[in-house]
């Protein structure tokens, strides 16, 4: 497989600090010099890579994706909902499979759809086993997938799905409980997962203060992704806090 860069950033990430910090935009909430101002923002708080994208996709990408690629210097990477939340104006795709459920559109369709425009764009893609968590209401992500999360009390049926993905050849694993989740993760599921698997950790969803987040690291997550939270409460020094407690 070609060498990819943002991989290998990622890895530079860990080697330094032991955990990275993702931010999330949502194009559909996000104006295109709003964007631009945040990208300047979240880079100087000290962010590892801007993830783009959301579970329903009305706004056209293009320009976003391209204010955000002339803002800074971090990796962007799409976090599609579907086959067609793509631009050549990123970095790399978290090329996800939804592997807590059984629809097969998002098992393995929207995938294959996706697929030729991924190599005509020249993203690179990062095999990404993507899991539901139950979060304590029901999430977008779970409506538009029509499938049920893994009940947040069952580690034990995680821990098997994300050593799955790490043996299909995927990258890395999402344990998502989903935007403006009630709940985050629980600190349990996460150590019972990353117990498991040698690949990288990611962990979003209902993570709404710095020092939740470096209870996740704790627990074993290697990457902490923030979204809602911003939109809510945003500003600079937030985002600085949460990169503190993260790298810390």
Request: a negative charge; glycine letters at 8%; hydrophobic letters at 45%.
């Amino acid at each position: 497989m070609r060498s990819n860069w943002v991989l290998d950033h990622f890895n530079k990430v860990l080697k330094k600090h032991n955990a990275g910090y993702f931010v999330l935009i949502d194009p559909e909430q996000c104006e295109v010099a709003k964007c631009a101002k945040l990208a300047r923002e979240i880079e100087n708080a000290g962010a590892d890579a801007i993830l783009l994208g959301g579970s329903f996709l009305t706004n056209d990408l293009h320009p976003i994706a391209r204010a955000l690629k002339e803002e800074t210097e971090l990796p962007i990477v799409l976090f599609p909902g579907d086959s067609m939340h793509l631009t050549p104006h990123a970095d790399a795709i978290l090329y996800i499979s939804l592997i807590s459920g059984r629809n097969p559109n998002y098992l393995i369709g929207e995938q294959v759809k996706a697929a030729p425009w991924i190599q005509r764009y020249a993203l690179k893609p990062i095999p990404t086993g993507y899991m539901l968590i139950e979060g304590g209401n029901r999430t977008a992500v779970e409506f538009m997938s029509g499938t049920a999360p893994i009940p947040r009390d069952k580690p034990d049926i995680a821990g098997p799905h994300a050593l799955a993905a790490e043996y299909l050849g995927m990258q890395m694993v999402y344990l998502e409980a989903g935007s403006g989740a009630a709940h985050s993760v629980p600190d349990e599921m996460i150590s019972a997962v990353k117990n498991q698997i040698s690949i990288p950790l990611i962990v979003g969803g209902g993570i709404r203060t710095p020092k939740i987040a470096a209870e996740k690291v704790e627990a074993g997550a290697d990457f902490i992704v923030t979204g809602n939270v911003l939109e809510e409460n945003g500003s600079f020094e937030l985002m600085k806090d949460f990169a503190n407690a993260i790298h810390a």
